[in-house]
């Protein structure tokens, strides 16, 4: 256990539906990402918080996908009207960036969509 | 897009034996690091080594980095059956104020008891 949690841990939906996750980080950490994996491959970058602000947004973040990360504690992920391609495990991580520290992130469990 | 390759991309060993992995990148970096996932779980934080140095050692684990061929390398002695699991390294772009991982593809390691 990392200490970062994320809820649910599987969601199955149909597709067009809207889903939203929920990732706690580790409390004093003031960084938080998002990041989706499909099978087979490495986890990409989705989107990054730098306490509330949300900073940068790969460009595989569509419209349909919102995150939000209010008073810069928990986040959301929110996908509107899921497509089949949205399937994929969607990773949570948080850091703490200090003088002396590198960026070492700590990753939670992930929320396993599959769209039907 | 994956930010390099791994190599290679599955390997199977017996238990005891040494197991030996590959990370390409392309571009300068902050530091690299080496993760382990677990089937269909969240990744582990196994190493991190700088830009400005050339090895680390963890427990069982040895890791190398050669900047100027944009590689490094993970050795894991003396494997176990529970060392089994995917193996993913991740690199933090120099001049990237997001401070983002870019992870390689994995490489899936069975140990065989």
């Known amino acids: 256990d990392t200490g970062v949690s994320q809820d649910p841990r599987h969601k199955i939906t149909k597709r067009g539906q809207n889903v939203t996750f929920r990732c706690d980080p580790i409390?004093?950490?003031?960084?938080l990402y998002w990041y989706r994996q499909t099978l087979g491959q490495g986890p990409e970058f989705l989107t990054y918080?730098?306490?509330?602000?949300?900073?940068?947004k790969s460009r595989l973040l569509s419209d349909r996908f919102s995150a939000e990360r209010p008073k810069g504690s928990f986040s959301t992920l929110e996908i509107q009207r899921t497509e089949q391609g949205d399937s994929a495990m969607y990773l949570c991580?948080?850091?703490?960036?200090?003088?002396?520290?590198?960026?070492?992130?700590?990753f939670g469990p992930g929320t396993r969509l599959t769209v039907l | 897009s994956q930010q390099g390759e791994e190599d290679p991309q599955a390997l199977s060993i017996q238990e005891g034996e040494n197991a030996t992995m590959n990370c390409s990148y392309k571009?300068?970096?902050?530091?690299l690091q080496w993760y382990r996932q677990n089937s269909g779980r969240g990744l582990v934080h196994l190493i991190l080594?700088?830009?400005?140095?050339r090895e680390k050692h963890s427990g069982r684990l040895r890791v190398t980095l050669d900047t100027s061929k944009k590689s490094s390398s993970l050795l894991i002695t003396a494997s176990r059956a529970a060392d089994t699991a995917s193996y993913f390294c991740?690199?933090?772009?120099?001049?990237?104020?997001?401070?983002?991982?870019?992870f390689g593809s994995g490489t899936r390691l069975l140990v065989r008891p």
């Open positions: 991580a948080s850091s703490l960036r200090g003088i002396s520290s590198y960026n070492e992130q700590f």
């Open positions: 409390s004093e950490h003031n960084r």
């Open positions: 918080f730098q306490n509330e602000a949300q900073l940068e």
């Open positions: 571009t300068s970096i902050n530091n």
């Open positions: 080594i700088r830009s400005n140095e």
């Open positions: 991740a690199t933090e772009a120099r001049m990237d104020s997001s401070y983002k991982l870019i």
